[in-house]
């Protein structure tokens, strides 16, 4: 059983700051990549950023300056990433979804992508 939890969030006015966390736990052998997408009303869900398990991050062009993505590690498991979200802005309301590329300690040679529950980004004008 692997959980992806995410915390943080709110309203914020535009300009603002905002950090979200994201948590992995369970059975986990490995974690790759970690990314954050969000989906706003009536849109598809989009990638914002990435950190790869060496460390390389990917931003969409849209946060590139503003948000900064990081990955923590507590007892060389590097299953926490956050998402610090800076001069926000109107459009970058949202629910923002935690990902995880993992692979569980009862099947290693197989990678699976789980997602978190979702934690609502609101910017307010």
Known sequence: QVQ???S?????Q???SLRLSCAASGSIFSINTMAWYRQAPGKQR??????TQ???????????GRFS????SVDNAKRTVSLQMNTLKPEDT???YC????????SITNENTYWGQGAQVTVSS
């Open 94 to 96: 949202a629910v923002y």
């Open 69 to 72: 993505i990081s990955r923590i």
């Open 46 to 51: 989009e990638l914002v950023a990435s950190v």
């Open 14 to 16: 535009a300009g603002g």
């Open 99 to 106: 990902n995880a590329k993992i692979r569980l300690v009862t």
């Open 8 to 12: 943080g969030g709110g309203l914020v």
């Open 54 to 64: 060496g460390g390389s991050t990917s931003y969409a062009d849209s946060v590139k």
């Open 4 to 6: 992806v939890v995410e």
